[in-house]
């Protein structure tokens, strides 16, 4: 069986952390800031783990993400 094709769009959108979690950025974050407040924005600047609902969608477009640390 042929080696699986990682999604090169979702591999540059999410990251695995050491303990093997993946991360992602928050949405919200890119336009329309002016009415957003101060202390919003800050919290949209963090990442977020993926939801385990997501989690395998993810794991399934970037299938040798887990082995990168």
């Known amino acids: 069986m042929p ?4 999604r090169k769009a979702a591999a540059k959108r999410y990251e695995v952390t050491g303990s ?6 928050r ?7 002016e ?6 924005l ?4 963090g990442k977020a783990d993926v939801s ?3 989690l395998y969608k993810v794991e399934r477009q970037c299938p040798y993400k ?4």
């Not at 080696?3 to 990682?6: C, D, I, Q």
């Not at 009415?35 to 919003?40: F, P, T, Y």
């Open 52 to 54: 385990e609902s997501d």
């Open 35 to 40: 009415h957003k407040g101060s202390s919003r």
């Open 3 to 6: 080696k699986m094709k990682t």
């Open 66 to 69: 887990k082995y990168l640390r």
């Open 20 to 25: 093997g979690k993946i991360r992602r950025r």
């Open 42 to 45: 800050r919290s949209l600047s």
């Open 27 to 33: 949405a919200g974050k890119n336009h329309l800031l």
